[in-house]
C-alpha cells in the first residue's frame, strides 16, 4: 500500500507570493494533518481535515488554509508569503474519526524557502 | 531535511550500547502516547505508541515507559545500530482534544560505529 504522498518535494517562492501544497493520503485513511516543522519550533499542528470539513485549527494565521476534497486528497495554500513561512510542511493521514485516539502516518514533507 | 536537527539536544551513544531517550510530556489529560523517529530528508516514522492504561510496552527492540505521575515518557533502544540515528520525538495526544497530536521538541541520537 503506498504511504503517504506529498508534492511538491521543494519549492522556491518570493515574499508575497502564494503557493499550494498537496497530499494524498494513505489508500482508506479519511483523515488528514497538517503540521509545519521548523528548527527553532518544532512541529506546530496547522489544521485537520475529515471528510472535507476542517475539523480542528492550530493557531496560525488566516494566511493559511485549507481543504479536503471527496477522494480524501488535501491541499493546504499560503498566501502573501513571508520569509518566516521558510519551513518544512508535513502532511499526516489516520483511518477514522478524529476523536479517537490512533497513530498519523507522515509523508516525506514539502521543502518550502521563501526568498 | 537535515535542519531538523538543528538547536535540538544531542544524545551521542557507541554502537551496542542501549539508548534512553527522554520526554516530559505537557497535558495531565493526555491518554495517548507515540514515539516517532525522523531521519534526514523523511517525515516522522512511527516507533511505538502507547496508551495511558498502560506504564510498558514493548516492541522490537524498543520500549515505552509512561510515569503519569510526573508526566514523563521515556524510549528505551537496546543494543543502538547506526540506523537508528535520527531524531526522536514524542508526541501526546488528548481524546476530543483540539489537536490531533502534540509534538515535544525532539532529541537527536548519534550512534558512534
Known amino acids: 500500500k503506498a504511504g503517504v504522498t506529498q508534492t511538491p518535494r521543494y519549492l522556491i517562492k518570493t515574499r508575497g507570493q502564494q503557493v499550494t501544497l498537496s497530499c494524498s493520503p494513505i489508500?482508506?485513511?479519511?483523515?488528514v494533518s497538517w503540521y509545519q516543522q521548523t528548527p527553532g519550533q518544532g512541529l506546530q499542528f496547522l489544521f485537520e481535515?475529515?471528510?472535507?470539513?476542517?475539523?480542528n485549527k492550530g493557531n496560525f494565521p488566516g494566511r493559511f488554509s485549507g481543504r479536503q476534497f471527496s477522494n480524501s486528497r488535501s491541499e493546504m495554500n499560503v498566501s502573501t508569503l513571508e520569509l518566516g513561512d521558510s519551513a518544512l510542511y508535513l502532511c499526516?493521514?489516520?483511518?477514522?474519526?478524529?476523536?479517537?485516539?490512533?497513530?498519523?502516518?507522515f509523508g516525506s514533507g514539502t521543502q518550502l524557502s521563501v526568498l | 531535511g537535515e535542519s531538523v536537527g538543528l538547536h535540538l539536544p544531542t544524545l551521542s551513544v557507541q554502537e551496542g550500547d542501549n539508548s534512553i531517550i527522554n520526554c516530559a510530556y505537557s497535558?495531565?489529560?493526555?491518554?495517548?502516547f507515540i514515539w516517532y523517529k525522523q531521519e534526514s530528508e523523511k517525515g516522522p516514522q512511527f516507533i511505538i505508541d502507547?496508551?495511558?492504561?498502560?506504564d510498558k510496552r514493548q516492541g522490537q527492540r524498543v520500549t515505552v515507559l509512561l510515569n503519569k505521575t510526573v508526566k514523563h515518557l521515556s524510549l528505551q533502544i537496546a543494543a543502538t545500530q547506526p540506523g537508528d540515528s535520527a531524531v526522536y520525538f514524542c508526541?501526546?495526544?488528548?481524546?476530543?482534544?483540539?489537536?490531533?497530536?502534540?509534538f515535544g521538541k525532539g532529541m537527536k541520537l548519534t550512534v558512534n560505529p
Open positions: 499526516a493521514s489516520s483511518l477514522g474519526h478524529p476523536a479517537t485516539n490512533e497513530k498519523l502516518f
Open positions: 489508500s482508506g485513511h479519511r483523515s
Open positions: 481535515y475529515f471528510s472535507e470539513t476542517q475539523r
Open positions: 497535558n495531565s489529560a493526555s491518554d495517548y
Open positions: 502507547i496508551r495511558s492504561n498502560m
Open positions: 508526541a501526546e495526544n488528548m481524546a476530543g482534544g483540539s489537536e490531533k497530536l502534540v
